[in-house]
């Protein structure tokens, strides 16, 4: 078997049985499971940036890399590698996109130039 057709089976079967889920009823889910985080979730994604002090700000406050991704080097050698933990903040998504719209507002609406922040 040839990776092409590994890769095209393996997707295929992963798709079938995305589709297999979606069809299941709506009885089997389980609807009990409560977002605790859905209040702060939208109130982030419903923040308007229609300031450029405020967009500037924001642009400041969240970096655009995470901050705790490390490297330890000892003589030259990478010893220990700290990955990136920020994808495990619940919020991450929502924030980044409000930066990102908060980058988008100063580019496009007040036409600076935003590669400070890139």
Partial sequence: MN????????????VW???RQRQLPSSRINK???DLLD????WLDGIEINNSTFAHRICRL????????REIKLLGL??????????LNPL????????FRAICYLADTCGEDV???C
């Fill in 17 to 19: 049985s995305e589709q």
């Fill in 115 to 117: 590669s400070v922040y």
């Fill in 78 to 87: 990478t010893i220990v590698k700290i990955p990136p933990m920020c994808k």
């Fill in 39 to 42: 209040p702060l979730r939208k």
């Fill in 32 to 34: 009990s499971k409560i």
């Fill in 3 to 14: 990776l092409v057709q590994y890769t095209f089976e393996t997707l295929h079967l992963s």
């Fill in 62 to 69: 969240i970096p655009s890399q995470c901050p705790f991704e």
């Fill in 92 to 99: 991450y998504n929502e924030v980044i996109a409000l930066r």
